[in-house]
């Protein structure tokens, strides 16, 4: 049986100013209950590449919710704007600087996907508890720069 708490808050963030990503990180590990390292890291990887996409390639406000499962363990995150368009993973050998952030959503989490909504879209990714070590990441070409202190 499993049980699940639904978000207890939600982060938007506004278009038209500086998109609060390390904001957004903290705010993710001070709301979730006590996580293990590599399960908040890759939370906090997801959540970043999920509301760039949207900031980058949405419309309207960015809004991120969570939920927890317990078992099995997971969370949920879900990044919703009122963009039509649907994301597009890049191919993971690409040399181009940008566009491997939906590849990393992939390998850090079970599953992820896109719900249209009657405005705009879901885009959604559940990590499980025991998420992958960075070093399992195949679209990783350079250091990943992450807030050194995430709460």
Known sequence: MSSESGASSAFTIER???PPFGALRRWIARVLPPLGANHLWAVQLVVTELATNAYEHGAGPVRVTWSVTDRPCSVLLEVQDDGEDRPVAGPPASVRPRGRGLVLVGDLSREWGVRPEERGKTVWARIDCGAPMIDACS?????????PEPC
Request: glycine share 8%; charged share 25%.
């Open 16 to 18: 038209g100013t500086p």
């Open 139 to 147: 679209a990783r070409a350079e250091p990943i720069i992450m807030d």
